[in-house]
């Protein structure tokens, strides 16, 4: 069964570095987006991606984050100075259509120290 | 501002009976709503969806039913599993007037089945 991949699985950064955040999502879907949790909270939308460009972004999602489809396989999401905050669950997923269920991977588990 | 609500935080049902998850929504333009199940450290992983023009979707032992008056859905679980215990969340999708959109999740309601 096709599946959303994250590397990797857990990045252990000093604060103020940057770090990328890599998905491969499955290969015939369109929609592409970056989700995150901090510990105990709730699943938090960050931006979704289409046609190579951004379509929606939250305010969480400011100048420190961008995203980039480089390749036509991997999606990635950089930050560029991390801060304690950045701490999370990262999840990257994609749909096939608008409207049809999102696919997450398994997670990068981002620890800024 | 939280438009996708799980006001129950946790849910204990015991194995075989019924497990209702509640989602309350403050949006009426929402266009589609799903339900997704999350294992600690996993991704959220899909469960069933429904069309904001349905009120019923039915898979198996999940079904779905919304309630557009009252801005509520509800994840019916027949007969609850020991498996099925995980961290629910509803999530909702709205289209905005320039052809965007977003998922929008919320709090998740973590269920335990007891065997």
């Known amino acids: 069964e096709p599946e959303v991949t994250q590397t990797p699985s857990h990045q252990v950064t000093q604060m103020g570095q940057e770090v990328i955040l890599r998905c491969v999502p499955i290969s015939n879907h369109l929609y592409f987006y970056w989700y995150r949790q901090i510990l105990g909270q709730k699943v938090e939308f960050l931006v979704s991606?289409?046609?190579?460009?951004?379509?929606?972004k939250s305010e969480i999602f400011d100048d420190q984050f961008s995203v980039e489809r480089p390749d036509g396989s991997n999606f990635t999401l950089k930050i560029r100075s991390t801060k304690l905050e950045d701490s999370a669950m990262y999840f990257c997923?994609?749909?096939?259509?608008?409207?049809?269920?999102?696919?997450f991977g398994q997670g990068t588990r981002l620890t800024v120290v | 501002d939280q438009q996708v609500k799980q006001n129950s935080p946790s849910l204990s049902v015991q194995e075989g009976r019924i497990s209702i998850l509640n989602c309350d929504y403050t949006n009426s333009m929402f266009d589609y709503f799903l339900w997704y199940k999350k294992y600690p450290a996993e991704g959220p992983t899909f469960l069933i969806s429904i069309s904001s023009i349905k009120d019923k979707n039915e898979d198996g032992r999940f079904t779905v039913f919304l309630n557009k008056s009252a801005k509520h859905l509800s994840l019916h679980i027949v007969p609850s599993q020991p498996g099925d215990s995980a961290v629910y969340f509803c999530a909702a999708i709205r289209s905005t007037t320039s052809g965007t959109y977003k998922y929008i999740f919320g709090t998740g309601t973590r269920l335990k089945v007891l065997a």
């Open positions: 991606f289409y046609n190579n460009e951004i379509s929606e």
């Open positions: 997923a994609s749909s096939e259509r608008l409207t049809t269920e999102a696919f």
